[in-house]
Each structure stands twice: as structure tokens, then as C-alpha cells.
């Protein structure tokens, strides 16, 4: 379907039964040389895995840089990238394309999503990325993306917002590692979010808060450290923000997000 933002511009949706009017997982699409939507089939165009459709995998992409989980623009061989929740396959695969050398994994509890990631969404396993159905590993950063159908917050699933899981997830990671958080409330209940965030602010910490600027989703950001003076600090995430956005080829989200 054309993208809504710049017609110009296909793009292919994941959707998942029962909430058609929000797509599951967005990819931008490149066409063959002298096709076009209209007398093409766009079955056979590739992904873009160098374009983000949305601020919350900008979002989710650029945190464990800020914190310097992850080191800045640097080939990062060697560090270990633990997502859990595949979808689409837009942000690892956007990581794998800008630092080939990084060690992803993705963890997908549904055979069938990563069947359709791999088959629609240019997903691919190979020496330094890969999709587990289903670790003894520390990883530097853990993406926490996985949903469910909670009608107060859908992400991430409520299942995985109970303390035990998410003291587990802390100690998977390494003493400078971050956990990476997409929530997704359904509902405009600032109340609700605070206490579906308070089982990570209780079990790490530090844990930065990104509001985005056009999307509902809210990500966290905890660490296994203290972060010192965080009110300095956040000046400079935000500085650090809007350099990535541009480093990365995502300068239309420079301005996205709000820190706190």
C-alpha cells in the first residue's frame, strides 16, 4: 500500500485479526528498476531495512546508544543483542544493516510470525543474526517488543510485566547492558501506565522514560546501573538523540522524542 505520509512511497503491513486499523509491523519497500505500483507486482520488491516507518522503533533502535550500552557508531563486533518479540523484523534487521558485525538474536514464541517475517519482511538468519523459536547467554541490550491482546496495555505482554520475568531479564544482561521496552497502552490512562511500568523502575536501577511525539507508545530504558545526575544527563541523551537520528539516515526523527 502507499505510505501515508509520502504516497511517493510503498510500504508493506503486517496486520494482525481484530485490529486492522493499526499495522503490526511496517517496512518500506524498493522497487525493481522502472517498475511502479501500478503495473508491477509488488510481491517481489525487497524490504528497505535501511528505512524506519515508525518512532517507536527509531525509539527502541537508538536507546542502548544513548546509554552507551551499545558504542556510538562504532561496528560493535562482538556485542550481544537479545530482542524478544520479532514481528516484523524492523529493528533487528535495521541494526543488522547499519552493524553487520553485532550479534542479534530474536526470540519469537510464534512459529507462524517468524514464517511471515521471514517470507513477506526480508528476514534472514545468518553468522551474526538469527531468530530462535524459543539461551545461557549475557547480553548488552535486551529488546523487550512482545504484545498480547490486554485491553489496558497491550505491550508488552502481561505475561512478561511480572517481577520475576523481568529480574531474569536483568540478570541476563551485563553490568552495562540496558533493557529496551515498548509499552503500548490502549487507553489514555497515565495511572495505568505507572503501574504497568513500575515492575521495571522496581527491579532496575534507572529506567528513562521516551515520549514520543506522534505515536502513543511510551519506551523505557533501564539499566543495570545508577545513572548520576540524571537531570544533566537527560540534556545530554537528547543532544545524543538527534546526532544518531542523523547518523543513522532517520533525520525525520530528530525530533521525536521526549526524555524524562
Excluded at 127 to 138: F, M, N, Q, V
Excluded at 152 to 170: D, Q, W, Y
Aim: glycine share 4%; with cysteine; proline share 4%.
Amino acid at each position: 500500500m502507499r505510505a501515508k505520509t509520502d504516497p511517493d512511497f510503498i510500504e508493506r503491513h503486517l496486520f494482525v485479526d481484530g485490529f486492522e486499523d493499526e499495522s503490526e509491523s511496517i517496512a518500506r519497500l524498493i522497487p525493481p528498476k522502472g517498475a511502479t505500483f501500478e503495473n508491477s507486482d509488488t510481491r517481489i520488491w525487497k524490504i528497505n531495512h535501511e528505512y524506519l516507518t515508525t518512532e517507536y522503533i527509531y525509539c527502541l533502535a537508538i536507546s542502548p546508544f544513548l546509554v552507551s550500552s551499545i558504542s556510538e557508531m562504532k561496528s560493535n563486533e562482538g556485542k550481544k543483542v537479545l530482542e524478544l518479540g520479532l514481528g516484523g523484523g524492523s529493528l533487528d534487521m535495521f541494526l543488522h544493516t547499519h552493524f553487520p558485525l553485532m550479534q542479534i538474536t530474536a526470540i519469537e514464541l510464534e512459529q507462524v510470525v517468524a514464517e511471515l517475517a521471514e517470507k513477506w519482511f526480508g528476514v534472514k538468519n545468518d553468522t551474526s543474526r538469527k531468530t530462535l523459536i524459543r539461551d545461557g547467554l549475557s547480553y548488552d541490550v535486551i529488546f523487550l517488543d512482545t504484545c498480547d491482546l490486554d485491553k489496558f496495555m497491550s505491550c508488552p505482554a502481561k505475561n512478561l510485566r511480572n517481577p520475576e520475568i523481568v529480574k531474569t531479564m536483568k540478570n541476563l544482561l551485563t553490568n552495562t547492558g540496558v533493557l529496551i521496552v515498548n509499552m503500548l497502552p490502549m487507553k489514555d490512562d497515565e495511572e495505568q501506565l505507572e503501574s504497568a511500568m513500575k515492575v521495571f523502575t522496581d527491579t532496575f536501577p534507572s529506567c528513562l522514560k521516551f515520549q514520543l511525539a506522534r505515536e502513543v507508545n511510551v519506551v523505557l530504558a533501564c539499566t543495570k546501573f545508577d545513572i548520576k545526575e540524571l537531570n544533566v544527563m537527560i540534556k545530554f541523551y537528547r543532544k545524543r538523540a538527534m546526532k544518531f537520528a542523523h547518523a543513522l539516515g532517520v533525520p525525520h526523527f530528530a525530533n521525536s522524542l521526549l526524555i524524562k
